[in-house]
């Protein structure tokens, strides 16, 4: 009778662990810096990802390959369009 008050009173602590666990893991969002050295910086990774590569890329290859978010992705892309260092083909990105 002992084993299952000591069973019981486990399983709320384990309970407890995993919703600390969730809320750490919700915590740990990545700001993005948006300035100019910051974009910069993300467009040479994103040219460094697709120059390696030397072929068409999904934002989501170029973002692992980069090792930096989609997000971060997105925003070295855009960087790269303005200056017509890359092109989209078939929802793919290329270097121009």
Do not use: C, H
Not at 13 to 25: C, D, F, P, Q
Request: aromatic share 6%; net charge positive; charged share 30%.
């Amino acid at each position: 009778m002992a084993e299952k008050k000591a069973t019981k009173a486990a399983a709320p602590k384990a309970t407890a662990a995993k919703k600390t666990a969730s809320k750490k893991a919700a915590e740990k969002k990545v700001a993005i810096v948006v300035n100019a050295e910051s974009v910069g910086f993300r467009a040479g990774d994103v040219y460094q990802a697709l120059a390696a590569a030397a072929k068409a890329l999904t934002v989501a290859e170029i973002a692992k390959a980069a090792k930096i978010s989609a997000e971060e992705a997105y925003l070295g892309i855009g960087w790269l369009f303005k200056e017509g260092k890359v092109k989209d083909e078939d929802n793919k990105i290329t270097l121009a």
